[in-house]
């Protein structure tokens, strides 16, 4: 059974296809990494630095981590980070991350207040009895203080969460579960981030019942990814930092006509379909709208002349109007009890109705045991559907 972790249980819920690439093909690409993902890796290191030569009695001064930093930097950057803000250089990072090194050295100086167990240090929650749920993760400090013990996370991240996010957080939670079975005096176990760019400090703890229902749901989100069989891109904001984006049908297209001349743009056949379509959704649109206006019109000139057919050149138009009654919707509450006022009437089975559409999406999904759904594929014949759904490009 795989051995897990918390970015591979994200990666999958981020995007299906990206985690079918990474973990299961194991997709070399000419991206290293982001330059996010790297400045923020020097600066872990220069604090891991810090924290395991304090272990040796060795004090390390900012310009001693400074120069830890930049020699690193020199060393190991190269053309294959990516930098997606082109407005931003590699020295705008490389300046961020000595700002953030400072930061915190200025606030915790001088790093007496908790003892440091470990740095990066490597941890395996067993989610079961019989370790087949099994997930393995890196601390960044682990620290006690008596019987406290302090699980510490840097974030070089350019957002501030809001302590509810915190609460939820599931990577500290799952490496909480490793340290309360490891170390048996824990009497409290604090989860600690420091997001840098702010100079802030988030914690949170966690109870037993939150850790249970964290287990259980990290199992069944296993169960999901091990029974997975489509695994589809899932497009956000996200792929512009994706390694896979210049071979995910999302976005092949638009890597491959970016680096053709205008004029070659204009007359690749994709662009020149997807315009075509757009154009003619938009003059669709347009003669709907047109279309609403006179049937508008055409009511009430029929009814100032107490008609129902109007008669054009070649053709008559009948002109009904029909009064319906109006029932609550789908997401309205009501709708729970118009429901059970029907059960409770015995009138639920004359109007109610089948949902396929629902069905066909859970039968495709996981969500049903085999055997229910071997069952009712025998009702269902296979079907495409081709739908196009036009939206705003973005990069
Ligand atoms: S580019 Fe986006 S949709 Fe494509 S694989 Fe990466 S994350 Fe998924």
Redesign the pocket.
């Known amino acids: 059974m795989t051995i897990y972790s918390h970015s591979r249980l994200s990666t999958f819920e ?2 299906p ?2 985690f079918k ?1 990474k973990y299961i093909d194991q997709i070399e690409t000419e991206i290293e990494t982001s330059i996010e993902a790297f400045m923020g890796k020097l600066v872990h290191d220069a604090l891991e630095k810090l924290y395991k030569d304090l272990n040796f009695e060795q004090f390390n001064s900012l310009k001693d981590l400074f120069e830890f930093y930049e020699k690193e930097w020199k060393e190991r950057f190269n053309d294959k980070i990516l930098i997606v803000r082109k407005e931003y250089s590699e020295k705008n990072y490389k300046e961020m991350g000595k700002k953030f090194i400072k930061t915190y050295y200025d606030l915790h100086k001088p790093f007496n207040h908790s003892k440091t167990i470990d740095t990066e240090k490597r941890i395996v929650i067993n989610l079961d009895k019989n370790n087949k749920y099994r997930l393995q993760g890196y601390i960044d400090r682990l620290a006690c203080k008596g019987n406290v013990y302090e699980i510490h996370d840097y974030k070089t991240s350019s957002t501030l969460p809001l302590q509810e996010y915190a609460d939820k957080d599931r990577q500290l939670a799952l490496y909480s579960i490793a340290v309360k079975k490891g170390y048996k005096d824990a009497e409290k176990i604090k989860l600690i981030w420091h997001y840098l760019a702010f100079g802030k400090t988030i914690v949170s703890e966690r109870n037993d019942k939150e850790l249970k229902k964290l287990e259980e749901d990290t199992i069944k989100l296993i169960d999901e990814i091990e029974s997975c069989t489509e695994f589809n ?4 904001a ?2 512009s930092w ?1 390694e ?2 210049p071979i ?4 092949k297209h638009q890597e491959i006509t970016g680096q053709l001349s205008l004029e070659e743009y204009q007359k690749e056949n994709g662009v020149e379909l997807a315009d075509k379509y757009v154009e003619l959704s938009q003059k669709k649109k347009k003669i709907e709208d047109e279309m609403e206006l006179i049937k508008q019109r055409i009511f009430k000139y029929c009814s100032k002349n107490d008609l129902e057919v109007i008669f054009g050149t070649d053709s008559r138009l009948f002109c009904k109007t029909y009064h319906n009654l109006k029932f609550p919707n789908k997401n309205d509450p009501l709708r729970t009890v118009l429901k059970s006022t029907l059960k409770k009437i015995g009138k639920f089975e004359e109007v109610a109705e089948v949902d396929v559409f629902k069905l066909s999406r859970i039968l495709q999904s996981k969500k049903w045991d085999e055997k229910t759904k071997e069952i009712l594929k025998n009702f269902s014949t296979e079907d495409t559907v081709q739908r196009i759904y036009v939206g705003k490009k973005y990069r």
């Open positions: 981020q995007c296809l990206k690439y891109p899932k497009s956000s996200l792929c994706c896979y984006k995910c049908p999302n976005w």
